[in-house]
């Protein structure tokens, strides 16, 4: 067994009287993709904020391993209009990049030779593509993306995610993510958490995607997504019947 | 002559780099509520016989800090802000006008009296200048990152909070420099006018900073000029000037959209 990059213990966070996270253990250990999926004001971001740092727990603790390098990628980002942005020079913020790093992170994440383009100027799915290419460049342990991929159309999504398993594989960083993607991001992933203000069922895609929980929560939902997934790894042609063209590429 | 031209490139150099990120994180109201509480400062300096940019500093941080405290308590930022602002300057009025032993020029503090500066206040001008120059310098990669996106800056090691700290700090440094130069009525037009001129030019963050900085001094320089040719009063000529060239600076903008 090996140290895990983050573990928490017993983690709460409160906002005054609102409980957003109750007693959570977890821990991301090097190497693996773990999904957090839960309904909205689950917190689900609450929890990848804790990993980063970016919050101070009520009670419980969190321990990061010494040196760990975090790759961020956030929800959206929102560039004032006002502010003037290459990638290049985006990408090296805080810390200065060399032109060779910047290309080659570039490169990585799927959008090669953007430097002087204008943040501005970028589609949705090249911005969340240069994101990612940001958070590489530190050559993260773990890299962590919020709902990364929620501007764009299912197709985009799947590429971006395809995209994140093979820099996992590439760099053997770890991948924590949250995503409303259940049946894309389910299969890209080796453990997947379903978060409710307590963890509420976890483990493999498939025992997930399979436990009474989590059907409960996802509803309607729950029955594309399972469909989806066996239909990737079971070829199960039957269940994926009702789903649209598009989704059953 | 030369003493007023130096207070107001000094002062054009405190304003405008920091000015960019008044603008880049839309804290222009925020801007004018500390300035507007910076007369409440000079009250209290002429009150106690204090030096005014001692009273304004204090008065400029006290309001940042009320602001920041203040926010997100059930009224949205700009609504919090006009309140505080205006309530700001009011009061400071009103407690100037209990100041009965002094002699006070009013004007002299909502315009600005380029063409008083003494030597001592020449000497703060620069002084002032310089720290807010190297302060923003010293913090520009962390400063923004923290503008990006706050999670963003965590995940790098980053406090956001203590970033804005730094600008807060820098903001009450420039109102107090700026008082003697513009007037409170006027500091966040030149915080903010030059930076929105620059921006159709620049490409990075940096050169919309440098070109900001040139802008404002030549506005402070040509408003200079202007108010003696014309015999018009000095710190609000300096904002016409400025304001001249974000008009001509937009007509490019569009004209280069259009075309």
């Excluded at chain 1, 050559?139 to 764009?152: F, K, M, S, Y």
């Excluded at chain 1, 483990?203 to 989590?214: L, S």
């Excluded at chain 2, 009320?66 to 949205?76: E, H």
């Excluded at chain 2, 963050?205 to 015999?231: C, H, N, V």
Aim: glycine share 8%; charged share 15%.
């Amino acid at each position: 067994m090996t140290t895990p990059l983050v573990r928490m213990e017993r983690l709460s966070v409160r906002y005054g009287a609102n409980t957003v996270l109750d007693h959570v253990d977890f821990a991301i250990e090097p190497g693996e993709i773990v999904t957090v999926v839960g309904p909205n004001g689950s917190g689900k971001s609450t929890l990848l904020r804790a990993v980063i740092g970016g919050i101070t727990p009520s009670a419980g603790r969190v321990t990061r391993g010494a040196g760990l390098r975090i790759g961020y990628v956030p929800q959206k980002l929102v560039l004032d209009s006002t502010l003037p942005m290459t990638v290049g020079r985006f990408l090296s913020l805080p810390r200065r990049a060399s032109d060779a790093r910047t290309r080659d992170a570039l490169d990585r994440a799927g959008v090669p030779g953007l430097q002087a383009r204008q943040m501005a100027a970028l589609s949705g799915g090249q911005f969340q593509r240069v994101l990612l290419a940001r958070a590489l460049l530190v050559q993260p342990d773990l890299l962590i993306l919020d709902e990364a991929t929620a501007g764009l159309d299912q197709p985009g999504a799947a590429a971006f995610y395809r995209r994140i398993e093979e820099v996992r594989s590439e760099t053997g960083c770890a991948v924590l993510m949250v995503s409303h993607d259940l049946h894309v991001v389910m299969s890209a992933s080796d453990r997947v958490i379903c978060l409710n203000g307590h963890i509420c069922c976890e483990g493999t895609p498939q025992v997930v995607a399979e436990a009474p929980v989590y059907r409960a929560l996802f509803g309607e939902g729950t029955q594309g997504t399972l469909a989806l997934y066996q239909h990737h790894h079971d070829h199960d042609h039957e269940a994926h019947s009702h789903k649209t063209p598009e989704d059953a590429h | 002559m030369t003493r007023a031209a130096l207070a107001g490139v000094g002062t054009a150099l405190a304003a405008a780099p920091l000015g960019c990120f008044v603008v880049w994180r839309r804290m222009a109201y925020f801007g004018d509520a500390t300035a507007h509480a910076a007369i409440l400062g000079v009250a209290l300096s002429l009150a106690l016989s204090l030096p005014v940019f001692v009273g304004a500093v204090i008065i400029a941080l006290v309001m940042a800090a009320a602001v920041t405290l203040l926010t997100g308590r059930g009224y949205a930022m700009d609504t919090l802000l006009g309140v505080m602002a205006h309530s700001a300057l009011a009061f400071g009025l009103v407690a100037v006008s209990f100041l009965s032993g002094v002699r006070i020029d009013l004007m002299a503090y909502l315009f600005g009296d380029i063409l008083s500066v003494s030597r001592i206040d020449l000497a703060v001008i620069w002084g002032g200048a310089l720290v807010v120059v190297a302060l923003v310098a010293w913090r520009w990669s962390a400063l923004l990152t923290a503008t990006l996106n706050p999670d963003l800056a965590r995940a790098s090691g980053i406090a956001p909070q203590r970033e804005q700290l730094v600008l807060t700090v820098a903001l009450a440094v420039v109102v107090a420099v700026a008082i003697k130069v513009v007037g409170v009525l006027l500091i966040t037009a030149m915080l903010i006018i030059p930076a929105a001129t620059a921006r159709p030019f620049a490409r990075t963050p940096e050169t919309m900073a440098i070109i900001a900085t040139i802008l404002a001094m030549i506005a402070a320089w040509g408003g200079l000029q202007a108010s003696y040719q014309f015999d018009t009063p000095t710190g609000p000529t300096i904002v016409c000037v400025v304001a001249a060239m974000f008009a001509v600076s937009s007509l490019f903008d569009g004209v280069r959209r259009a075309g």
